[in-house]
């Protein structure tokens, strides 16, 4: 009989919470060493491959956190062998040799730490759920402490398979301050799972220039060319204000760019708006292809020279928007990836977790990757939410200010910006408030 893994990933905007791990300490580096930046760079790599999938087969609005993903799946990676964790390894690109990958892991959730006096809320928690009994691998269970702060957690999958996904689901919602809710479904685990892995990652953040709500006002939203909605949209006060608002703004000939800020410097957003009222495909297609020569391909291109770009006054007229996406159930994704070996019975080695090789029937190997995400943008900042679940100028006049208008579709991503790691990524199709 085969013994199934799950693993479950979760990931919110505005605020991250963590579950109790060991002591990460006042003397972590607040700033990212080298290795911390190939792994960011690697994270937004992966979440190029993974969107450049998905937004060109999903429609409407999209909301995600790859990094939640990649989390979850880091800590599965840590039990995978041999061809299994090779695949892995290219799929979640991963290029730091695995002591040096598990210790950046843990670097990075350090440095993601928000100090005591921080203006926003940003957590991670990691934990894991494993069949009451059983037996997993003492150096397993330790390394995914130590780099990930994932303490096991025992449950009966087997003879109480409703109440343990219950009480993971209950976890992930606590953790995300209710913002995702039923992350695994009803049948999602079988009585065969054996583990489940699980990322949480929250975010809260006000923006350092908040919008005036005296402002905001119904206006057009085009859903395409010839489609419209009317959107709640939301302006800065400019006039009677001793200190204009500046951003980092870029204008090409397909878009522009804008960098929001929230208070404390450490996180931002960054909007990608089309020229063209009917023209996010396009610049979905040119923005998550290969760059040249940036590992982090075009987008990676374009946020270097936003983020080397001088502040300016910029006109911003940006629609409040709500997002729910999911429960997705993500196997058919990433085995486009390359990563399927994880996936087959029979030949899935994770026998890191517990001393069992294929094909051996106690041989574990994923049987489903879930992952929910929550997103809500207004006046006064951004708090969002995801979830995976895997079972297992010139001289002369001064140049007129640019003028930001949302009022078409767009691509918006939310990144720490010590190391550039694209946390939460997205598209606005239609800004819905629920």
Known sequence: MRTRLAAAVLACAMALVATPRPCMGAEAAREPDQELKELAAGNNRFTLDVCAKLMGTEEGNLFLSPFSIRTALGMTYAGAREETAREMKKALRFTLDDEALHAAARRALQLMQPGADASYTLHVANSLWGQKGYAFLK??????????????????????TEKARQTINLWVEQKTREKIKDLIPRGGLPELTRLVLVNAIYFFGHWEREFDKALTQDAQFFVSPQKTATAKMMRHKTWQVKEKPTFRYLGTGAFQALELPYKGGQVSMALFLPKDKGGLPAVEKDLLGPGTGDAEGTLGEHLGKLAASRKQQVHVHLPKWKITWGTKELTPLLKSLGMSEAFTPGKADFSGMNGVKPPSAEALYVSAIFHKAFVDVNEEGTEAAAATAVGMAGTGMPPPIPVFRADHPFLFLIRETATGQILFIGRVAEPKLQ
């Open 139 to 160: 150096p397993f269970l330790d390394l995914t402490a130590a780099s990930y702060g994932s303490g096991l957690t025992e449950v009966d999958f087997a003879r109480e």
